[in-house]
């Protein structure tokens, strides 16, 4: 028999009807939906079609809503919009998790914490980061609205097969270098494009080394690769991560469940199309100078020269400098920031934020900082909360806010101003995408918490403890 990687294995697990030309009809296993869904049920209501399987289907309002106190509501189209998504649920019999219930969060955070994604399921959301999922051994991608109504109506999707690449992660990471930093260096070395048309799988010391939580971590960035799916092979940490969550198999599922997850790791002498090495025995914290993810350097280096950059980079690097207002060659430490946004479906979990906590405890946020932090789900908050983390946060002078998207795509009426300069855990630094003329400096928990404390890039490993 043919050896093979973890993503044929799922591939053909899944594969319903080979259709030709490298396309097949796969079987999806659950289908996630967030409050930019209502569109597309209202759509299937219209045609007179039915949801195909709403029990393999899961609801959360996540992108607009407010996470202000209280919820207010921030526009009437925010409204509607979510609106439109609990009329939708409600007439399709989809479940949702709705805000303030056990549950709610955003669509990435609550997959796997509520065993909704589990290994060698195919997971699909309308949704780039999608791939998050691959953390648990899912297979995960994003998918775009028709491709959605397809899948609300059949429970099944097209897809063309992709590449294979294997990024190993080479040697042990040093003290306090996180998944986020692990994820960017690879990026950084593959640029925006070097994942494109491949299905991504991570492995190496440093990648088993890592809890659940940090794989869910490395695998969102996988779309900032331009690849659509990232994915870590499951193992006893993964089992022990989803064993008891709520929609996780019970019982003697559990054990064949167990005994079907073991056989999905790549075979060993499984060919990949193209190997990647990523040396991590000497990494250092990351953080991004530039307009995208692939524009990032070691905590303590400096902007790139433009004589360093190639032709076609010239143009695009002096383009990012620009609008970030930095130079050739300047060091990013201690330039002065305004905002500090902890959260995202990439760094809002509860290991996330103890690590904030670990490092403000006992101090306090620069004054003209204005540092929030939005757990990623309800049950992330209240844990939080069970553990004091809270009270550290709001004495230290951050805002507690509620469960949500927020800051990450300033989609939802909460955004950094105009020329304000943040370090942020999302994902993307895009011209714009946490407000317009916002520039955004992406980072691990760490060193966003450190720099709220200081009021400007910094290294927690400078913290004096």
Sequence with gaps: MTAQTMYHKIWQAHEIADLGDGFSLLHVDRHLLHDGSGPVLARLHASGRRVAQPALCFATLDHVVSTAAGRPATS??????????????????????????????????????????????????????????????????GIGSTEA????????????????????????????????????????????????GYAVEYVGEAVRALDVEARLTLCNLSIELGAK????????????????????????????ALAAWRQLPSDSDAVFDAEIAVDVASLQPQITWGTSPAQVIDIDGTVPSLAAASAAQQASFREAMDYMGVAPEQSLLGLKVDWVFIGSCTNSRISDLRIVASIVKGRKVAGHVSAWIVPGSETVKRQAEAEGLDRIFIDSGFAWREPGCSLCLAANGEAVPPGARAVSTSNRNFVGRQGPGARTHLASPAVAAASAIRGAISDFRQMGD
């Design 229 to 256: 799916v990232g994915m870590v092979a499951p193992d006893a940490t993964t089992f022990a991560y989803l064993e008891g969550r709520p929609f996780a198999p019970k019982g003697e599922l559990w054990a064949q």
């Design 76 to 141: 009437e189209n925010r409204s509607r919009t979510i609106a439109s998504l609990r009329e939708g649920v409600a007439a399709a019999g989809i479940r949702l998790f709705d805000v303030g219930r056990s549950g709610n969060g955003i669509v990435h955070v609550i997959g796997p914490e509520l065993g909704v994604s589990v290994p060698g399921a195919i997971v699909v959301c309308a949704d780039s980061h999608t791939c998050t999922h691959g953390g648990v051994g899912a297979m995960g991608f």
């Design 149 to 196: 109504e397809h899948v609300l109506a059949t429970q099944t999707i097209v897809q063309a097969k992709l590449k294979t690449m294997r990024i190993r992660f080479v040697g042990a990471a040093g003290a306090g270098i996180s998944a986020k930093d692990l994820i960017l260096a690879a990026v950084g070395r593959l640029g925006a494009g070097g994942g494109s």
